[in-house]
Each structure stands twice: as C-alpha cells, then as structure tokens.
C-alpha cells in the first residue's frame, strides 16, 4: 500500500469543524473590526474573556437550533443563507438581553449594526466557500463493497441515499447467484486478485463487509483483508457503517443475533442518570402545564370556532414493558374519526381539523401529555406510544418492534426530530431504526441533542 488514501472528514468531524470554524472566524472578524474602526462594543481581551465564551456558548446554540450543523442544511446555498441570518440576529438579540455576562448597552446605536453585521457576514463569507468548495469535494469518500450480489442494491442504497458524499465505487461478489443480478451505474466488478491493486488506483478510503456469516470469507478473501487490516486499512461491518451515517439501528440485516448490534446503553439502568432525568421531567412538566394554562383560552376559542366539539380525548397506548395507558392529548381530528375503525394518521388527513392542523404543527395537541408524564407513564424523551391494535399488527411483520418498550414512551424522541409522519410500514421501520439507536446510545449528550431538534421542529413548524 504505497499510494495514499485521500483525506476524509466524518459526519461527526464535519460538524465539529463547521462549528470550530464559526467561532475562529466570528472571534477573528470582530477582533478585526476593532482594531481598524472605532467599533467598541465588544473587545476580546483577557479582562474581558467571558464575553467571548457567552458569544460562542450563543452561537453554538442557536446555530444548531436553526440548523446551521444539519449537514444537508449546510451544504445548500439557500437553506444556509436562510439559517445564518436566524442565527445572527437571535444571537445578537439574546447577547443585547443578557448584560450582566455581555458588555452594557453602547450610546451609540451603530454599534449594534456593525456587530450584528459583523457576525452576520463572517459566518455567510466562510460557508459560502464551504458549499462551494468543500461539501461537494473534500467529504466525499471512496468504499469497496463485500456481499452477495443479490443483496448489492439495497445495501448501496441503504447507505448513499443517506450520505451523497459516500460513495460506493467498487463491490466484490460473496456469493455469485445464477440469477444475472441486478447491476448499479459506475460501480466497479472488483476480484479478490484485484483487490489491492483497485484499492491503491482509485483511492478507496475502507471496505465494507456485508456479511452475517463468514461461510462467503474464503481462505483467499481472509489472507487479502488481513494483509490491508495490518497496513492500516479501514474494514468495517456493514452495520456498523450504516449506524454512523444514518444514526439509526439497520434492523433488517441483523437477523437472529441481535445481541452483537443491540448493547444496550448503561444510561437505561444508570440510577443517577435515570433519577436526574426524572427530576428534570417533573420541572418540565411543571412548566410545560403552567404555560398551557395561559394559553388554555386562546386554545378554547380555536377549538370552539373550528374543531367544535370536545376540547381533550384520551386513547389507550402501550408503555413500558408492554404495559397500557391512557393518554391525553388535545383533540384535533374530527368527532368519530375512527367509527370505521382504527388507521394510521397520515401526512394531509382529512380527518384533522383546520385548528387541528395548527395544534400538530405547533406540537400544542401535545401540552396534556405532561400529565402523564408526572404520572410517570411517560417520558419526556423516548419512542413515541404506539396503540395496543398497532403494535400488535407491526410486531407480526417487523422483528425487535417491542423493543421499543424497555423504556418509557416520550413525548419526544430520535425518531420524531429525524423522520416524518409515517404511513406505511416501511415508514414504521425506519423510526424503529431510530428508536433503537436512541435505547442504544441514550445518554445526556443525545437527550440535549434532541431538545435542541425538537425545539427547532416548533420553530420551523414541522410538527406531525
């Protein structure tokens, strides 16, 4: 292996370095436009160092709110455009708001101008050059598959349909089929003989191996990946490959043993973690109740004028353990909605009502559901309940669905801040594959990550 792989970031790295990059070149245009015009708002210095961490701490956080880190975001011109101008001027605003960690307010009012445009074009100048130069270019990364030829589309689609900068280039047969199989444009043929050689010539970055027994490993495959694994090559599984692009568990190659792709997080029997998160959801809830009450009348006046009829209904839902409960949401369908009997919601129901519309969107239909979260039926993070007649059904035809219940249900979850509202069962799928990622890596780190999503759904008033 004498040729060099070329250099590629991860979609964990390239997050890091967008948000890195932020701050530098914000700090950088700011220190800039200080020292060469009279802007003394904001100075960094040492006396002053605070300042520069509140600044950044604001940044960061309402960078990810609007979705200034959301990779696809990132990498479009537009969508970014969009979301630097939101995160500047809350930024500045939030900054203006809190003068007890902030400088005191200037005499004169230029000043706020001048660091709002500051911050405004030092973030628009730096991730335009990133769209144009570095998305499309230097994230891209060069595999080699290893499976069945049978299996080559599904599992190339599996994982290029969620990251268009990986790409598949070549693909070694495990086990040739008599069945012509089903060949994908610029994909390569690749031979165990050739291995090396395509490898080194096209600049490959790893192998995937997408193999659930080791009966397609031959003798010749085994000698071939040992000699790249002790030349510092990259071999993966495939799961494990598709885990990290998509954040989400690929149930459907994992066939019987589900115990080597399903260690559990130790947060779930963490007491301290577990009674740290209950306390939190009691505050939550709290609040979130206090805030529905003040807004109760503006509810019951839209309910009056475009739902009519009752203004809350409750519906039995499965919670941890299998065990049932009720729920309790703001009515937004029509009066006997189900009277044929029961049928997934779906994007553009006709059962909902025009308030009912406005409620799902904002995610105020679910406001009741912190009851049952102080009555400890719920969660506030967590796969979102599912009704006992539902369960049953997707149980039948989906592997490890009940699962999903060795914790509690959320009001919010992975699978609620990543996926739309889901119709059919392959919809059902793929939010099992995030609900078992967030049982797999639940920790404090993912409960923040998906209260920032979740406030950012609000926000863009993407609710379900």
């Known amino acids: 292996m004498t040729k060099s792989k070329k250099i590629h970031f991860e979609i964990s790295e390239r997050k890091i370095l967008l948000r890195i990059f932020d701050i530098l070149l914000v700090l950088l245009l700011l220190y800039f436009v200080g020292v060469y015009t009279d802007f003394n708002y904001f100075k960094i210095s040492a006396e002053n160092f ?9 940044l960061l956080f309402f960078g990810t709110v609007f979705e200034m880190y959301h990779l696809p975001t990132a990498s479009n011109q537009y969508a970014i455009i969009k979301s630097i101008v939101l995160t500047s001027s809350v930024t500045v605003l939030t900054y203006l708001l809190t003068p007890f960690y902030t400088p005191s307010l200037p005499e004169n009012r230029l000043q706020i101008i001048l660091f709002y445009l500051t911050i405004g074009f030092a973030l628009l100048g730096w991730r335009l050059l990133y769209v144009k130069f570095l998305a499309s ?9 290893v499976c069945a030829d049978s299996e080559l589309v599904e599992l190339v689609n599996g994982l290029q349909r969620n990251d268009p900068h990986y790409h598949i280039t070549g693909f070694l047969n495990l086990k040739p089929s008599q069945n012509r199989f089903q060949k994908i444009a610029k994909i390569d043929s690749v031979t165990i003989e050739d291995l090396v050689s395509y490898i080194e010539e096209n600049h490959i970055s790893e192998i995937v191996i ?21 030349q510092g090559f990259l071999i993966r599984e495939y799961t494990q490959v598709y885990e990290s692009i998509t954040r989400r568990i ?9 115990y080597r792709y399903f260690p559990f997080s130790r947060s779930n029997q963490n007491q301290l973690y577990l009674m740290s998160v209950r306390l939190g959801e009691i505050i939550v809830s709290l609040v979130g109740l206090l805030c529905g009450l003040l807004i109760l009348p503006l509810v019951l006046v839209g ?37 044929n009997g029961a049928v997934f919601a779906k994007a553009n129901d006709v059962r909902i009502t025009g308030f009912g519309k406005f ?17 400890g039926d719920m969660a506030i993070i967590g796969p979102r309940p599912e009704r006992p007649v539902f369960v049953k059904e997707i149980a039948k035809m989906m592997p490890f669905y009940e699962t999903r219940h060795i914790i509690k249900p959320g009001l919010t979850g992975w699978a609620q801040v990543n996926y739309s509202y889901g119709e059919t069962l392959q919809d059902s ?12 890596h639940r920790s404090v780190f993912l409960d923040v990550s998906i209260v920032v999503k979740t406030i950012s759904t609000v926000l863009f008033y993407r609710g379900q």
């Open 50 to 58: 605070y300042w520069t961490i509140v600044l950044s701490l604001y």
């Open 137 to 145: 270019t230097r994230f891209t990364k060069r595999a080699v598959i």
């Open 210 to 230: 997408a193999s659930q027994n080791t009966e397609g490993i031959t003798v010749e495959l085994y000698n071939k990946l040992l000699y790249l694994l002790e």
């Open 250 to 258: 690929p149930v459907q190659f994992v066939a019987r043993d589900f």
């Open 303 to 339: 309910n009056l004028m475009a739902n009519r009829g009752p203004l809350f209904y409750m519906q039995e839902r499965v919670g941890k353990n299998g065990e049932i409960f009720k729920i309790v949401k703001l009515r937004s369908m029509v009066i006997n909605a189900e009277s």
């Open 359 to 375: 409620l799902r969107k904002t995610r105020l239909d679910e406001v009741p559901q912190f009851i049952n979260v102080l009555k």
């Open 429 to 440: 799928l793929i939010k099992l594959q995030y609900d078992l990622y967030y049982i797999k």
